[in-house]
């Protein structure tokens, strides 16, 4: 009989029983320390089964600080002690990072209600917006009760659409006749209410919420409680969460950077055929993930800034460290004849350097050489086991002539 590929990997040992408990978009029934958090938003929502309108809420934090997961827990145990009290509350959380226009926020939200009266589906698109916010003030009103809508990623539509969907629903109330809402916008982005209208700024910022990033310590915790049932007994060397805490805290206290960690590297010693992970399987697996981020920051920088990145690599190739902007630029305009294209002045240059220093692909540090003015120190961070210049050549195939032509270099004094 003809082995199937797969027999060699179902037989294989795992180290996980429940992986998807380590996945993101698992939601956790505990979560440590975040109990201040949980309770603020509790206490101010605990109004909707009272029979009375919570105020609207903005709840800040960087990313990966449990906003997403406290905001749906919170919600999810409202929803059930609404059941059981039979107060009729209802959530409907929207990703605007996903649904990022005013349109599509207000149509998601009124098809999110549509299955209790199977009334029609509002199209994608073709309705004039008033429409649309009538008809969701209608089907709210058919259910009644109180309604949180929580915007996610809040910042997102409000950069790319305005903020006139945050004053539609911020009044909401004054059109509702048997139902309440309250909105709970959720940013990574603590300024996003500078770009907000003073009105809209006030109604929505009634009470804000900030999560602050976790520590190595508590990282630690919430692995340590993330892992249990997830993965098999007894499998964690030492110091395995300890690490995987601490680099994710560095990472400003990302507990997703944090559980990818350990997941990625349990599936490294898996793939190796070893029972324990151990601190070089986490090695391991934060190059995989420093080198699958950045992957798609290098295939997606536009034309210009590949060739500014391309010429600081063939200034290292040429064996240059600690790269001067006038070495790169020589170079880059060089390579801008090869292809074609028209080289940009020295000046913007160096803030495509800059950029690029900000992505995490080169470092550009300044240093003063007294009275001889200033001068940048280049140098790219890119790790050995991401090759940039393929994938700048898989992104933009002219790319190639770049890297294969000569290049006369500057000469140092
Ligand atoms: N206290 C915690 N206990 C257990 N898991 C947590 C905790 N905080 C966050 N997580 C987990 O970390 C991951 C990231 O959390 P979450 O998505 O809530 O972050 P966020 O603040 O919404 O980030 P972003 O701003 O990027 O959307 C999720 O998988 C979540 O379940
Ligand atoms: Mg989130």
Redesign the pocket.
Known sequence: MNRNIFDDFLSRKTLFLNKEILR?D???QI????DSEIESIAFNLVEALNGQIPSNMTLY?V????????TKFVCNQLEAKGREKNRPVRSIMVNCRQIDTQYRVLSHLGNSLREEHEIDEIPFTGWPTDRVFGELVRRMDLNGGVYIIVLD?IDHLVRKAGDDLLYNLTSLNASLKSARTCVIG?S?DLKFTDFLDPRVRSRLGQLDIV?NPYDAGQLQD?LR??SEGSLKDEILDDGVIALCAALAAQEHGD??CA?DLLRVSTEKAEQNGDDTVTQRHVRMAQHQIERDQMIPVISSLPSQQKLVLAAVLLNEKNGLRNIQTGEVYDVYQQACRYIGHNALTQRRVSGLISNLDMLGLITARTISKGRYGRSKQINSCIPNNVDAQEIMIESESEMEEVFIRPYRHQSRL
Request: aromatic share 4%; proline share 7%; charged share 20%.
């Open positions: 993101h698992h939601l956790p979560l440590p320390h975040r934090g990313t990966g600080a449990g906003k997403t997961a406290v990623e959720i990574n999560f919430i409680q993330r507990a997703r559980l």
